[in-house]
């Protein structure tokens, strides 16, 4: 099959948010490379009581450097590093999951963080899914909505998400009338369906996810939760829980419905700047347990399993498998 990727971007813009704080996002940008043969379908069960509707300072930002399998630095395919067995993974929390790509330890990596579930901006999954762990289908662009790839995610599961930063060139740069234009076929696979992620502003009266949702609530069209990206560059970790929270807050205010939020952490990706490892795993404590005490958020998605040198302290899990101080932290986190 073919599976969008999200190459390493570099453009710098950084502007302040609502109470003075800033945020930084992750971009990611798609191309299409020929991988393994898609797996076989799996069989299905009863969608989660979890994914059901549940009642109920704008981060502007910013700028993003997107992770993904094609990108040199984080592909290990030439040796493949020996990783230690993992004796007791962690208990998987019903809402903790993890971004990804494929790497070296990837399969351990994601047993022993605790996640139970996982996604990798595609279609398919490009690692070996442990036992207890669940995978989640995107449609990344415009591109990917095609008839091969929409029943390709119908065997992937119950749940799908939906297009991949619209609000960004450089990703699946889609203007509100192309993406609305489209939503009926991704509709049609009969999945539980997330809004798509914008990078920012999903709070926002007039912005491009307002636009999306008063355009999808006047032609019927189901949006069954909304998906959000948010990064901050305040390393106080007190103050960016308080930040995230506050966002979330905000969007769950406008549109109430349900809410994952796929990609969030610590970077200023506009001045090159990472949290300590200890503060980073903070945030990872603070935020985690505030997000599994709100009660509409139904999943949330750590920005990433697999760390490198370009990420910083985002990275939970070595090439080796090993924890990083983030990645303790997060496979502590229930």
Known sequence: YLQPKIIAAS?????????????????????????TAPAPARPTAAPPASLAPVPGPQVTVQQKITPVASRPSRRRAATRPPTPAVTQP???GTKKGVATWSFGAAQQALAASGASW???WGSSPSISTPAGVSYVPQIWGSANVTSATLAQV??????????????????????????LSLWPQLEATGMTLGSPAVAS????????????MTGAAARGYRVDFITLHW??????STAAVSQLQSYIQAVYNRYHKPIWLTEFGLANFGTGTFPTGAQQAAFVTGATAMLDQLPYVQRYAWFALPANSSDGT????????????TGRAFEAAR
């Open 314 to 325: 985002l990275g939970l899990f070595g090439s080796d498998g090993a924890a990083t101080e």
């Open 154 to 179: 119908r065997t992937e599961g119950h749940t799908l998400l939906g297009f991949n930063e619209p609000d960004l060139s450089s990703q699946s740069n889609l203007s509100v009338p192309q993406a």
């Open 231 to 236: 990064y901050g560059s305040d390393f106080d």
């Open 90 to 92: 962690a208990v998987p």
């Open 118 to 120: 996982y996604y990798n």
């Open 11 to 35: 453009v710098a813009v950084v502007t302040c948010a609502t109470g003075g704080t800033f945020a930084a996002v992750h971009v990611h940008a798609a191309t299409t490379a020929a991988v």
């Open 201 to 212: 502003g999903g709070d926002v009266a007039g912005g491009w996810l307002d636009q999306f």
